[in-house]
């Protein structure tokens, strides 16, 4: 009988390993051979799955974002203002800031290059922001929200604003009291800005 090989753990298995390579060793110290014996496989294996190195990193760029927009997803529709700020607050937690380093480390001064990469990069802001602008239309139809705010401008505003909060922890690794305590300004400056505007 032919062995009967899961692709979708193979691939899994795969992108663990090589995400663990590129965060030990950083990503261009890093070779397709060290992911192969990470992963416990041999190289002419590794390359049935991914045919490169850039292929590889795609799909684990991708895969990261999806992993994200899968937990924001799962979040219910904030039905008030006060839940939308509590799905921000959730949606910077600090263990993903290794993750942010090291795609630093990979995508850095050749990110304009790699199409892959940011065009995923690209899809999942696009895709934010008007997850957040979709919320903000519900909630001024409620009106916990105020009219005057335009839901997709501002739908992207706040999505490039926590995206702005991890990538600067990232890259600077302050302590992460100094994260807490930042992002939750940051989150109650956002909250003040969309409150409805108080009747004269």
């Given amino acids: 009988m032919p062995k009967i090989v899961d692709h979708d753990a193979m691939r899994t298995r795969i992108l663990d390993a090589a995400l663990g390579c590129f965060t030990e060793q950083g990503y261009h110290a890093t070779k397709m051979t060290d992911v192969a014996r990470a992963a416990k496989m041999a190289k002419g294996s590794l ?8 292929a590889l990193t795609d799909a684990l760029v991708r895969r990261y974002f999806d992993a994200i927009r899968d937990e924001v997803s799962s979040y219910p529709a904030p039905p008030t203002l006060g839940f939308l700020v509590f799905g921000l607050r959730q949606a910077l937690p600090a263990d993903r800031l290794g993750a942010t380093r090291m795609f630093f480390d990979v995508l850095g ?4 290059e790699d199409g892959g990469a940011r065009q995923a990069v690209d899809d999942f802001l ?6 957040y602008a979709g919320h903000l239309r519900a909630l001024q139809a409620a009106g916990e929200v105020r009219r005057d705010i335009d839901p997709d401008r501002t739908g992207a505003a706040i999505a490039s604003m926590l995206d702005g909060l991890i990538i600067h922890q990232a890259l600077f690794a302050r302590p992460d009291s100094e994260f807490a305590g930042t992002s939750a ?3 109650a400056l956002i909250e003040q ?3 409805p505007l108080a009747q004269p």
Avoid: M
């Avoid at 390359?47 to 850039?54: E, L, P």
């Fill in 193 to 195: 800005g969309l409150r």
């Fill in 109 to 112: 001064p050749g990110f304009a």
């Fill in 185 to 187: 300004a940051a989150i």
């Fill in 47 to 54: 390359y049935r799955y991914f045919d490169s190195k850039d």
């Fill in 126 to 131: 696009s895709w934010i922001s008007g997850h």
